[in-house]
């Protein structure tokens, strides 16, 4: 015959059972919703770099030909007359914004790095955004 310790030992550890069974249910539910989180962003990111609008400015940014800010000013105005900031401007928000979210952690490296062209960008835009840094006092 059971004692009432016995059925007072054995209802805590089934209690405790159930205790760690539904800590291990969030945490793995935890995890599968940060997953989900990031690949909503990311298809997000992707449909933004994808749309008709931000094709045609990184078009027009990528057939841009200068060698610095005053190469650029020479053959296309001053940056802020110019026909061609938007679209410059739209680029470089865009990858800005992406790189806010990099640096936060928010979205996964790996993943951004396979859907979106990063490494061009940089390289074509950073003679003009160092020289706009430098104007506005903005090292960063």
Not at 27 to 50: E, V
Not at 52 to 65: D, G, N, T
Not at 85 to 112: C, I, S, T
Request: glycine fraction near 6%; proline fraction near 4%; charged fraction near 25%.
């Amino acid at each position: 015959m059971l004692r009432v310790v016995d059925i007072t030992e054995i209802s805590a550890v089934v209690a405790a059972a159930g205790v760690l069974v539904g800590v291990v249910y969030y945490i793995l539910d935890m995890r599968n919703q940060t997953r989900q989180r990031q690949t909503d962003m990311l298809w997000r990111i992707y449909s933004s770099f994808n749309s008709k609008e931000f094709q045609e400015a990184m078009i027009k940014v990528q057939i841009l030909e200068f060698k610095d800010h005053n190469d650029f000013v020479k053959k296309y105005g001053s940056f802020f007359k110019s026909p061609v900031a938007l679209a410059f401007g739209m680029v470089g928000n865009m990858y800005e914004g992406l790189g806010h979210l990099l640096h936060r952690k928010l979205v996964d490296p790996e993943l951004v790095f396979e859907f979106v062209p990063v490494g061009w960008a940089w390289e074509k835009m950073k003679p003009m955004i160092e020289e706009l840094r430098k104007q506005f006092n903005m090292p960063g």
